[in-house]
Nanobody
Framework: QVQLVESGGGPAQTGDSLRLSCAAS????????MGWFRQAPGKERAFVAA????????YYADSVKGRFTISRDNARNTVYLQMNSLKPEDTAVYYC??????????????????WGQGTQVTVSS
């Protein structure tokens, strides 16, 4: 069992930066690939970024490539999402997730077994 707790969300202006953190419980964090998804009001949950269990491979949605960076610290059981050049369309609840089977680069929710409760990011123009 893995419990995930996100933090770091909040209000931001266009062009600002935020760093989200996701702290995981348990001693097996380094055996999970990790991902970030987001869900805007009235929309489905969408893939943002994923990172392999070792941190050696990362994957991004086209909409955030070049602006967002996913990283992990296995010693601290934490995964991060550095978000730069924020836009109003980045407004959403951001969820982190952990899974053992990375099939499509972690792009689908079905590749994850555990989810956090989410943290709200609101970007105003």
């Amino acid at each position: 069992q893995v419990q995930l707790v996100e933090s770091g969300g909040g209000p931001a202006q266009t062009g600002d930066s935020l760093r989200l953190s996701c702290a995981a419980s348990g001693r097996t964090f380094s055996t999970y690939h990790m991902g970030w998804f987001r869900q805007a009001p009235g929309k489905e949950r969408a893939f943002v970024a994923a990172i392999s269990y070792s941190g050696g491979s990362t994957y991004y949605a086209d909409s955030v490539k070049g602006r967002f960076t996913i990283s992990r610290d296995n010693a601290r059981n934490t995964v991060y999402l550095q978000m730069n050049s924020l836009k109003p369309e980045d407004t959403a609840v951001y969820y982190c997730a952990a899974g053992r089977r990375m099939i499509t680069g972690g792009r689908t929710p079905y590749e994850y077994d555990y989810w956090g409760q989410g943290t709200q990011v609101t970007v105003s123009s």
